[in-house]
């Protein structure tokens, strides 16, 4: 096991939490700070396949993301009219289902009250204001003028991370030509898993998020100028759901009512160049590969990274050592998903604006090929 105790999480996020709370359980001592002076986590839900669920277990949540969540089975991939054309998702893996829908709010609330049971310090309201990092620890400074000494740094704070650029130099997301719009609702009766429906200038899905409530996310093509005045969002929204004839999206049309429970943002990808270290500062989660949403498993790489990351602290006999076999380990994985979700969206873009795909293109086997490989050991 390496000689490490102290160290600090910049970013209190999915990534920054989970690691928090795997470091903690395994003897260390780690400390969050995050620049939100409270949480404030949007409404909506996300997607966790089966591998999610696996690295929520090793840290001790899994069953209760279960029963706080909407375990469902593989997605339906549907034409317009609710024709099915094929399934997507990861397999189950041991006992946990394919998916489980759980609003975002409430993955936050599991991850936050895991943390706080064992212990975990957070510092709310701050970020880091310099950063000295050396071979045998990390020196730093906080905005509230406050500083302190570290055996390590883990950087967790987002695809925009500070931290990244004061330690690797300045990345530019890349946005890939796509916008989201997501939207919460009570759950329709007939939504009995997750489905996909692909349009002619959108797509859009439908996921369980309680045995109460679903969310609905939206994809579309706006070109170079993706900025949507907030008084234009709920009629544009409902617009893009119109070309979808099956009921079960026309019975949500009219729900959408308020602009505030829009959330619409575009799609930006980030990726690294390795290594994700320096001395004794590593980067993880969306802060070292951010990923769109194609796949459903952005946060699910960034608390696979909080469990592999603490395994090799654990292993390994030299913090260099432990951050490259954590390199070995989730490189190639992340660069898969990201890479894959950028095709998808690509590919998107393309039919979204009328063009014709390249020959072989093939969304569901794209998806069903790298959701698969998901399931593999981390
Ligand atoms: C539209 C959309 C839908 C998605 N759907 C899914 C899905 O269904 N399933 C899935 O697995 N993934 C999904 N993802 C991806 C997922 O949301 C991210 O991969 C995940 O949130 C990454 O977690 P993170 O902790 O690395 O970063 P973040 O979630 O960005 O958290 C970063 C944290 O750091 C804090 N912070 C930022 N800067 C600083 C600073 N300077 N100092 C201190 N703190 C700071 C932030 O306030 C935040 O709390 C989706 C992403 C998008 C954009």
């Not at 949480?39 to 840290?59: E, M, S, T």
């Not at 505030?260 to 160049?273: A, D, F, H, I, S």
Request: net charge negative; proline share 4%.
């Amino acid at each position: 096991m390496t000689q490490v105790k102290n160290i600090l999480v910049v970013g209190g996020g999915i990534g920054g939490q989970s690691v928090a709370i795997a470091l903690k359980k395994a003897g260390y001592e780690p400390e969050i700070v995050e620049l939100q002076q409270e949480f404030n986590v949007y409404g909506v839900g996300i997607i966790q396949q089966a591998n999610a669920l696996r690295a929520l277990d090793a840290i001790g949540v899994a069953n209760e993301a279960i029963r706080r969540g909407s375990p469902y089975g593989k997605v339906k991939l549907c034409i317009p009219t609710g024709q099915q054309i094929g399934e997507a998702g990861t397999p189950p893996i041991g006992h946990f289902p394919s998916h489980n829908g759980i609003s975002r709010k409430i993955l936050h609330d599991i991850l936050f009250d895991e943390a706080q049971k064992t212990g975990v310090k957070y510092r709310m309201g701050l970020t880091i204001e310099t950063i000295n990092n050396h071979e045998n620890g990390v020196d730093v400074t906080f905005t509230d003028g406050t500083s302190g000494s570290y055996d390590i740094l883990i950087a967790a704070d987002g695809i925009n991370s500070k931290v990244r650029k004061m330690v690797f130099g300045e990345y530019k997301p890349t946005y890939v030509g796509l916008s989201v719009w997501r939207y919460a609702f009570p759950r329709p009766k007939d939504l009995d898993t997750g489905y996909i429906y692909f349009g002619k200038h959108s797509k859009i899905g439908i996921i369980p998020m309680t045995a109460e409530s679903c969310y609905i996310f939206l994809n579309s093509a706006e070109g170079d100028n993706p900025l949507i005045p907030e008084n234009q969002l709920v009629e544009k929204l409902k617009s893009y759901m119109r070309a979808f004839p099956v009921p079960m999206v026309q019975e949500l049309v009219e729900q959408v009512t308020d602009a505030k429970l829009v959330n619409y943002r575009t799609l930006e990808t980030l990726k690294m160049t390795e290594p994700w270290y320096k001395n004794r500062v590593i980067v993880i989660g969306d802060a070292a590969h951010a990923t769109i949403p194609q796949l459903g498993s952005g946060a699910a790489l960034a608390i696979e990274d909080a469990v592999v990351l603490t395994e090799e602290l654990q292993k390994s006999n030299s913090v260099n050592d432990a951050f490259a076999n954590f390199m070995n380990r989730r490189l190639q994985r992340c660069q898969m998903v990201v890479e894959a979700s950028e095709t998808l969206g690509q590919w998107e873009v393309l039919e979204y604006s009328g063009q014709s795909l390249p020959e072989g293109a093939n969304m569901g086997m794209l998806m069903g090929k790298t959701t698969m490989a998901l399931t593999a050991e981390i």
